[in-house]
């Protein structure tokens, strides 16, 4: 078992949706939360970032943590073509500097 | 200010060949590390390094070397290359977590990537 869990999608949705890309862990000391963008041939950048539990919103993107469910979501609201990328997760521990990432998921978003 | 670049942009290697990935960056960022991707993988690190002159192995180092003799570069060698090693590599930088204000995210800045086919 991976210790990060992500469904590669792809995800299709229409313009305008909100969308909910999630992940699931299983190290209970991972404290840092991120949300990277990955758009097609690029590297990926950060989008998001969190500490322990807790939600973060930044602009049309709200970042969540439920560290009792080993769970974390990201919510894109009214969603545009320009968001189409391939979204990955990546977490670490409070003294580790290693990422551990997810498997990325695709976002397709439809005019 | 460029950020972190890669070169070469694109590779076609044949099988037993050997060759160099350089990453520089110009952020003077002590942490430079390098993955790989295959599809539904996600990102898997190969080798990275806390300092110039240091480096330590990730989670899938075999058949990579690495050297960081400058600050600002990061060498990644294939010895003898197999289809295997097939991939899409990036690399990618960021400031030491311990000189950074609390909460110490890794934040991590990537190059473009280098598309290597191995035949």
């Known amino acids: 078992q991976k210790e990060v869990e992500q469904d590669p999608g792809p995800l299709s949705v229409p313009e305008g949706a909100i969308v909910s890309l999630n992940c699931t862990y299983s190290?209970?000391?991972?404290?840092?939360f991120m949300w990277y963008r990955q758009y097609s041939r690029k590297g990926p950048e950060l989008l998001m970032y969190?500490?322990s539990s807790g939600n973060k919103e930044d602009g049309r993107f709200t970042a969540q943590v439920d560290k009792s469910s080993k769970y974390i979501s990201l919510f894109i609201r009214d969603s545009q073509p320009s968001d189409s990328a391939t979204y990955l997760c990546?977490?670490?521990?409070?003294?580790?500097?290693?990422?551990?990432w997810g498997a990325g998921t695709k976002l397709i978003i439809k005019p | 200010n460029a950020g972190v670049t890669q070169t070469p942009k694109f590779r076609v290697l044949k099988t037993g060949q050997s060759m160099t990935l350089l990453c520089a960056q110009d952020?003077?960022?002590?942490?430079m590390y390098w993955y790989r991707q295959d599809p539904g993988m996600g990102l898997r690190l190969i080798h990275y390094?806390?300092?110039?002159?240091?480096?330590a192995k990730g989670e899938v180092p075999d058949g990579y070397n690495v050297s960081r003799l400058k600050k600002q570069n990061f060498l990644l060698g294939l010895e003898s290359a197999a289809p295997s090693q097939t991939s899409v590599y990036f690399c990618?930088?960021?400031?030491?977590?311990?000189?950074?204000?609390?909460?110490?995210?890794?934040?991590?800045?990537f190059g473009p990537g280098t598309r290597l086919t191995v035949l």
């Open positions: 390094s806390v300092g110039e002159g240091t480096t």
């Open positions: 990546a977490m670490s521990g409070d003294s580790n500097y290693q990422l551990i």
């Open positions: 190290n209970s000391a991972f404290q840092y």
């Open positions: 990618a930088s960021s400031y030491s977590p311990l000189l950074t204000s609390f909460p110490s995210y890794n934040e991590q800045f």
């Open positions: 952020m003077n960022h002590e942490y």
């Open positions: 969190t500490y």
